[in-house]
């Protein structure tokens, strides 16, 4: 080894290290601490150099080793401190003796916990991955109930004349102790709904992991502004931790004002401003309803929705919901054939107002599905072709899916999405057509050597219905692509099926109204710059399609990704590869932000 260091400050002292390795550096700059900054402190620094450089060496293995240390003093300017080191051959760990003793043998916690060592013989003694051996036992032992927990035995004997070390560690558990009584304090909503949220058995085991779901459960009801779960360990009887929950509520009445604006999100790439109003009140009655409603205005697509939430058999696993909204939204293109240029000159867009009111009822089983059943009533007023419609349906629904998490981060290395639907309506039933929609939609996430992630998506839908009622199906319940959640590259629902007519002046037009069946699939690669930037490439394909008209659609492009501490923030460029009937060859740029799980 023949590295050279060079550290000077406040021009007392300049240090000049020789023949280490870049990690045995580090180390004896540890133990060397700050540099000294008068002449009291240049003079202490200096009588304890050899004995810090040595605790250094041997903390790492190396008892071998040579130091040579020169001091040469200025009148003016910083002293010079040469020291020179022979490393000499480091000490190799012989074997690592761990034993466990007492009801710990019975926890797979800590068989987990040997599996993911790292530390073998024949690697170099290091004395820190020692210590953090042990400091790591300690922690999981408290964690899992094993307060009285014990070392019988930890020491690390030296061979110095062969060079060799062994390593022996037997640990004693001592009992479990068990989770005791749960009590809340300054709670509004009923005592036996905050029961319900407790995720564990009476006297289950003691571990801080079934405390972190009760915490995480009082978080997701969103009643409280304020949880602490506090396991009094000074409490313990009969063997057992009494836990303390203290609680504050909510306020009332909260509200929360957004501003933002959609930029080239449709296909004139106008900036359209939005303004959203959310009022929420988040503990009702003692009971835990809540509501929600949101008020949003924008010049095309402005919204009504309030949602009002009863909790039944659980506050988070079983709920039923009342919804009622007001919607206009805007899809696919409107086009008139110009004579003279021999072309379609864009008018605008299929419009769409929405009224609807439904009740839907949502629960999780235990093996981690979502189940939900429903009833909507909608009606949609739209004009089509020069024709006004205003279909109402009454539609019941059913749907099932389940996400698993590699981790419970904002950004999952690894994950799996998959949700099934299905929406029924019949005529006998008060609907104006026999309607059926199916849709199925999957998203995979995988991460290999830690900085090369794979997401892809595919989404499947389709209407099942007579081929002379299409016109009957609203358009929010017909298939359009493109946007940021479908194909990138191309104007937010613009793509689609079209149909030709003769408008109300006796010319030719077109528009896009939408498909029976959708197919939209994404492949996309991403590389992690570092642990918040990640570049970026996606291929994105597929289209909404009726029977005698598919048009299959494939855009790529890239971007930049922000992981922020309140999700990735994700800037993506999409350009599309193919011109269709309706829709030139286009380009977007999409931001986007929340995990994709």
Same mark, same amino acid.
């Given at each position: 080894?023949?590295?050279?260091?060079?550290?000077?400050?406040?021009?007392?002292?300049?240090i000049?290290?020789?023949?280490?390795?870049?990690?045995?550096?580090?180390?004896?700059?540890?133990?060397?601490?700050?540099?000294?900054?008068s002449?009291?402190?240049?003079?202490?620094?200096l009588?304890?150099?050899?004995?810090?450089?040595?605790?250094?060496?041997?903390?790492?293995?190396h008892?071998?080793?040579?130091?040579?240390?020169?001091?040469?003093?200025?009148?003016?300017?910083?002293w010079?401190?040469?020291?020179?080191?022979?490393?000499g051959?480091?000490?190799?760990?012989?074997?690592?003796?761990i034993?466990?003793?007492?009801?710990?043998?019975?926890?797979?916690?800590?068989?987990?916990?040997?599996?993911?060592?790292?530390?073998?013989?024949?690697?170099?003694?290091?004395?820190?991955?020692?210590?953090?051996?042990?400091?790591?036992?300690?922690?999981?032992?408290?964690?899992?109930?094993?307060?009285?927990?014990?070392?019988?035995?930890?020491?690390?004997?030296?061979?110095?004349?062969?060079?060799?070390?062994?390593?022996?560690?037997?640990?004693?558990?001592?009992k479990r102790?068990?989770?005791?009584?749960?009590?809340?304090?300054?709670?509004?909503?009923?005592?036996?709904?905050?029961?319900?949220?407790?995720?564990?058995?009476?006297?289950?085991?003691?571990? +801080?992991?079934?405390? #972190?779901?009760? &915490?995480?459960?009082?978080?997701? =009801? *969103?009643?409280?502004? !304020?949880? %602490?779960? @506090?396991?009094?360990?000074?409490?313990?009887?009969?063997?057992?931790?009494?836990?303390?929950?203290?609680?504050?509520?909510?306020?009332?009445?909260?509200?929360?004002?957004?501003?933002?604006?959609?930029?080239?999100?449709?296909?004139?790439?106008?900036?359209?401003?939005?303004?959203?109003?959310?009022?929420?009140?988040?503990?009702?009655?003692?009971?835990?309803?809540?509501?929600?409603?949101?008020?949003?205005?924008?010049?095309?697509?402005?919204?009504?929705?309030?949602?009002?939430?009863?909790?039944?058999?659980?506050?988070?696993?079983?709920?039923?919901?009342?919804?009622?909204?007001?919607?206009r939204?805007?899809y696919?293109? +409107?086009?008139?054939? #110009?004579?003279? &240029?021999?072309?379609?000159?864009? =008018? *605008?867009?299929?419009? !769409?107002? %929405?009224? @609807?009111?439904?009740?839907?009822?949502?629960?999780?089983?235990?093996?981690?599905?979502?189940?939900?059943?429903?009833?909507?009533?909608?009606?949609?007023?739209?004009?089509?072709s020069?024709?006004?419609?205003?279909?109402?349906y009454?539609l019941?629904?059913?749907?099932?899916?389940?996400?698993?998490?590699?981790?419970?981060t904002?950004?999952?290395?690894?994950?799996?999405?998959?949700?099934?639907?299905?929406?029924?309506?019949?005529?006998?039933?008060?609907?104006?057509?026999?309607?059926?929609?199916?849709?199925?939609?999957?998203?995979?996430?995988?991460?290999?050597?830690?900085?090369?992630?794979?997401?892809?998506?595919?989404?499947?839908?389709?209407?099942?219905?007579?081929?002379?009622?299409?016109?009957?199906?609203?358009?929010?319940?017909?298939?359009?692509?493109?946007?940021?959640?479908?194909?990138?590259?191309?104007?937010?629902?613009?793509?689609?099926?079209?149909?030709?007519?003769e408008?109300?002046?006796?010319?030719?037009?077109?528009?896009?109204?939408?498909?029976?069946?959708?197919?939209?699939?994404?492949?996309?690669?991403?590389?992690?710059?570092?642990?918040?930037?990640?570049?970026?490439?996606?291929?994105?394909?597929?289209?909404?399609?009726?029977?005698?008209?598919?048009e299959?659609?494939?855009?790529?492009?890239?971007?930049?990704h922000?992981?922020?501490?309140?999700?990735?923030?994700?800037?993506?460029?999409?350009?599309?590869?193919?011109?269709?009937?309706?829709?030139?060859?286009?380009?977007?740029?999409h931001?986007?932000m929340?995990?994709?799980?």
């Amino acid at each position: 080894m023949a590295s050279n260091f060079a550290w000077a400050k406040d021009d007392w002292l300049k240090i000049e290290l020789t023949g280490t390795s870049e990690r045995l550096t580090k180390n004896i700059l540890a133990h060397l601490g700050e540099s000294p900054n008068s002449t009291v402190q240049r003079r202490a620094f200096l009588f304890t150099v050899e004995d810090s450089v040595t605790a250094a060496l041997e903390s790492m293995g190396h008892y071998h080793a040579k130091v040579d240390i020169d001091v040469t003093e200025s009148e003016k300017g910083p002293w010079k401190l040469t020291i020179d080191i022979d490393e000499g051959a480091p000490t190799i760990i012989q074997w690592i003796d761990i034993k466990f003793s007492d009801e710990m043998l019975n926890d797979d916690s800590f068989n987990r916990w040997l599996n993911q060592l790292t530390v073998k013989p024949g690697d170099t003694l290091n004395h820190g991955v020692y210590s953090d051996l042990k400091s790591q036992l300690v922690t999981l032992a408290l964690a899992r109930g094993y307060f009285d927990a014990t070392f019988a035995r930890s020491e690390i004997e030296i061979n110095r004349d062969f060079n060799t070390a062994k390593i022996h560690i037997d640990f004693q558990s001592g009992k479990r102790y068990l989770i005791g009584d749960v009590v809340f304090s300054g709670q509004t909503v009923n005592d036996d709904l905050l029961e319900k949220l407790i995720p564990f058995d009476p006297n289950a085991k003691y571990s +801080t992991s079934r405390l #972190n779901r009760l &915490n995480r459960n009082l978080i997701d =009801t *969103g009643y409280f502004s !304020s949880i %602490k779960v @506090l396991p009094l360990i000074d409490n313990i009887s009969d063997s057992q931790v009494p836990i303390k929950v203290d609680l504050a509520p909510r306020p009332t009445h909260s509200f929360e004002v957004g501003l933002g604006a959609d930029i080239g999100n449709n296909v004139e790439n106008n900036i359209e401003p939005r303004i959203r109003l959310t009022w929420r009140m988040p503990e009702i009655n003692r009971f835990g309803h809540t509501q929600e409603t949101t008020m949003e205005w924008s010049p095309d697509r402005p919204k009504f929705l309030t949602t009002y939430t009863i909790p039944l058999t659980h506050p988070l696993d079983d709920q039923l919901k009342f919804k009622v909204g007001l919607l206009r939204d805007k899809y696919g293109v +409107t086009q008139d054939y #110009n004579e003279e &240029n021999k072309s379609y000159d864009y =008018t *605008g867009e299929l419009e !769409s107002e %929405k009224r @609807l009111i439904g009740i839907i009822r949502q629960m999780r089983l235990d093996s981690g599905w979502l189940f939900g059943y429903s009833l909507e009533f909608n009606q949609e007023f739209y004009n089509q072709s020069d024709t006004d419609y205003d279909p109402q349906y009454i539609l019941a629904g059913f749907g099932i899916g389940k996400t698993t998490r590699g981790d419970n981060t904002l950004d999952p290395k690894s994950g799996f999405r998959q949700v099934y639907s299905v929406e029924y309506g019949d005529p006998n039933l008060g609907s104006e057509i026999r309607l059926a929609k199916l849709e199925a939609k999957f998203k995979w996430i995988d991460t290999f050597f830690d900085r090369h992630r794979f997401v892809a998506r595919l989404d499947l839908g389709a209407n099942i219905a007579d081929s002379d009622q299409i016109d009957q199906i609203s358009p929010s319940l017909r298939y359009f692509a493109g946007g940021d959640q479908s194909i990138r590259g191309y104007s937010y629902q613009e793509l689609g099926p079209y149909i030709e007519y003769e408008n109300s002046e006796g010319g030719t037009s077109r528009q896009v109204v939408g498909g029976r069946y959708l197919v939209v699939g994404s492949l996309e690669y991403q590389y992690y710059l570092t642990d918040t930037w990640r570049v970026a490439s996606f291929v994105d394909a597929g289209n909404a399609f009726d029977t005698e008209q598919f048009e299959p659609v494939v855009s790529v492009g890239g971007g930049i990704h922000w992981i922020s501490p309140i999700g990735p923030i994700k800037l993506d460029l999409g350009v599309g590869l193919k011109e269709t009937e309706t829709v030139d060859r286009s380009w977007r740029i999409h931001i986007t932000m929340g995990t994709e799980l």
